[in-house]
């Protein structure tokens, strides 16, 4: 059972922007940097922010993210087809001492 | 730029132990962070266990009986293993490493384990 909660499924057209949030605590959210990742299903997943709004090496700046407390938010302006994938957010839990991924969210173009 | 690639058996019978091993090429294990994950069919994502270059460990409080992670520095790998498997480990592994307790920055190919009689 995840301690990280995502909507399940978010859409919308071509051009156009989604929000993804992540909810947690302030054992994990609260107090520690948050990551997302994105999987197109059967292929590994793959890191698109880390540190609450860092992109690594050859992500687009189409793909933002934000903290705020205890939830955290991944942004996707100018939807592509080819972003139709599942999304995760992940930190580490400092009252666990696990990392934990949220629940998920799948992206559909419409 | 950190590539990691995955091996180890693919098919078990129930009570048996998982062994996979992860390969770390263009890195180094020094201040590093080595996990495993995995993923049941059509599940969501697991945390499995990491350890850090000094060979300290943390597992998932669900598994932790059950899991053990290890690290061979002298051949840049590290590996996982989880005893007495049943049908509810049946998923697709993942060996993924950060530089940080809170990212993971790198992710092996992936290695489907069935667990099955």
């Known amino acids: 059972q995840s301690v990280l909660t995502q909507p399940p499924s978010v859409s919308a057209a071509p051009g156009q922007r989604v929000t993804i949030s992540c909810s947690g605590s302030?054992?994990?959210?609260?107090?520690?940097?948050v990551s997302w990742y994105l999987q197109i299903p059967g292929t590994a997943p793959k890191l698109l922010i880390y540190?609450?709004?860092k992109r690594p090496s050859g992500i687009p700046d189409r793909f933002s993210g934000s903290k705020s407390g205890t939830s955290a938010t991944l942004g996707i302006t100018g939807l592509q087809t080819g972003d139709e994938a599942d999304y995760y957010c992940?930190?580490?839990?400092?009252?666990?001492?696990?990392?934990?991924f949220g629940t998920g969210t799948n992206v559909t173009v419409l | 730029q950190v590539q990691l690639q995955q091996w180890g058996a693919g098919l078990l019978k129930p009570s048996e132990t998982l062994s996979l091993t992860c390969g770390v090429y263009?890195?180094?294990?020094?201040?590093?962070?080595w996990s495993w994950i995995r993923q049941p069919p059509g599940k969501g994502l697991e945390w499995i266990g990491k350890?850090?270059?000094?060979?300290?460990?943390n597992y998932n409080p669900s598994l932790k009986s059950r899991v053990t992670i290890l690290t061979d520095m002298s051949k840049n790998q590290f590996s996982l293993k989880l005893s007495s498997v049943t049908a509810a480990d049946t998923a697709v592994y993942y060996c993924?490493?950060?530089?940080?307790?809170?990212?993971?920055?790198?992710w092996g190919q992936g290695t489907l384990v069935t667990v099955s009689s």
């Open positions: 993924a490493s950060g530089d940080s307790e809170d990212t993971q920055h790198y």
């Open positions: 263009g890195g180094s294990f020094s201040g590093n962070y």
């Open positions: 350890i850090n270059h000094r060979g300290s460990t």
């Open positions: 302030s054992s994990n959210i609260g107090n520690n940097y």
């Open positions: 540190e609450n709004n």
């Open positions: 992940g930190t580490w839990d400092s009252s666990l001492s696990a990392y934990v």
